[in-house]
């Protein structure tokens, strides 16, 4: 495809209830914010380099598909063309892009203050529906944020560009009528809170170390506090301040069986996802599909870890589990206690952020469930 034919495509596939994000994909075109040689990362997983100079026309076809473009890894230590290492900076994924603006619920002339510029590209969808001079960016990284600036140079948009650390938001410009996220938190900061007018909207994804990620809207009430509820899965890089890394165990195991099924821990509900992540906030796991019908699933935490494998042949799920806690049963635990509130789905459950960190509560915020954080 050609450029045009790509940015009408585009803009045709990903749609949101506000018209003029729509709008925004021609005024500020994706092929100005993606570099040269990036590493395309569509839904299935499967990467590959894209090239321009190489192959211009792969490049143009993976810049206008609903996929991610990343565009830096190990925070620029790693060449992106391996393919290789932790993703640190993005063109984010252009469904989810406007999931997240449509939610903010934007006003003409709003102020907004984003979280990690990355590219520009969000940037500039902010400029051309509130006006460049109500938008204010901010970006951690010095070299990231450099070349924001040249892509939304070459957009025709200087909006304010901060390099700082975006957990602390930006005081100069405060409060702000809307605060955006383009990075994943486990912990919403206070800060943004803070810095957000009363009845002022914040969209950020909600990384919590157990599964997948959640679209939160929250609404500042004017108390100090925000409420507000989850807007479906995504999957955003984390703010940097937030990284956290797997810890190094030794030790023996303990071995155990258990009747529970692994899977349907991991795979009935997004809301057992959420209710795992509250009562359990410090608990990360992940799992795989093994040979004909097996299944692994790991979990670990700061001081202990649990491996959990079922196989069909067998009437038990073996278990290993190490360290002073017992994560098996602690996870295991949690889902059934969901389970036993009626398997409430994601859309019932809420968040509270206040001075004193967040509050994961189910059908209102009188009747709370969790944290965000440990």
């Known amino acids: 495809m050609n450029i045009g034919e790509g940015i009408d495509g585009l803009a045709d596939r990903v749609t949101g209830s506000d018209e003029r994000w729509r709008r925004a994909f021609h005024a500020v075109p994706r092929h100005l914010f993606v570099s040269d040689r990036a590493w395309c990362h569509p839904d299935d997983g499967t990467g590959y380099l894209i090239d321009r100079a190489a192959d211009p026309g792969t490049w143009t076809d993976a810049v206008y598909s609903d996929a991610a473009i990343i565009t830096q890894v190990d925070d620029g230590e790693t060449d992106v063309a391996l393919g290789e290492g932790e993703y640190t900076s993005s063109c984010s994924k252009p469904s989810v892009v406007v999931s997240g603006l449509d939610l903010l619920g934007a006003f003409d002339g709003d102020e ?10 969000t940037a500039g ?38 390099h700082g650390d975006g957990e602390e938001g930006c005081q100069e410009g405060a409060p702000y009528a ?66 956290w890394s797997l810890p190094e165990l030794d030790g023996e195991y303990r071995r155990s069986a258990a009747y529970l099924d692994p899977r349907r821990v991991v795979r009935t509900s ?38 959990v494998h079922y196989a069909p042949d067998y009437k038990r799920v073996a278990v290993l589990q190490r360290g002073p806690r017992d994560l098996w049963d602690e996870v295991s635990g949690a889902f059934l206690r969901w389970v ?10 809420g ?24």
């Open 270 to 307: 997004y809301g057992a996802e959420v209710a795992v992540a509250a009562l359990l906030p410090d608990v990360a796991g992940t799992y795989d599909d093994q040979g004909v019908g097996e299944f692994h699933l790991s979990l670990w935490s700061d001081c202990s870890d649990a491996q």
């Open 351 to 374: 968040m509270t952020i206040g001075p004193g960190g967040g509050q994961i509560w189910l059908d209102s915020p009188g009747n709370p469930v969790g944290r965000t954080v440990a």
């Open 178 to 243: 809307l605060i955006h996220a383009t990075c994943g938190v486990s912990e919403v900061p206070y800060a943004w809170v803070e810095q957000t007018r009363p009845g002022g909207t914040i969209v950020v994804p909600w990384m919590p170390r157990w599964q997948g990620g959640h679209l939160v809207r929250l609404t500042a009430v004017g108390d100090g506090t925000a409420v507000g509820g989850f807007h479906g899965g995504v999957t955003f890089m984390m703010l940097r301040s937030q990284r």
């Open 340 to 349: 036993a509130w009626g398997s409430p789905g994601r859309e019932r459950f």
């Open 125 to 162: 969808f902010l400029s051309d529906r509130l006006g460049e001079d109500n938008v204010t960016s901010v970006e951690i990284d010095r070299e990231v944020l450099s070349g924001a600036a040249e892509n939304l140079k070459r957009a025709g948009y200087s909006p304010r560009l901060v």
């Open 112 to 121: 907004v203050l984003e979280i990690g510029t990355g590219t520009g590209w």
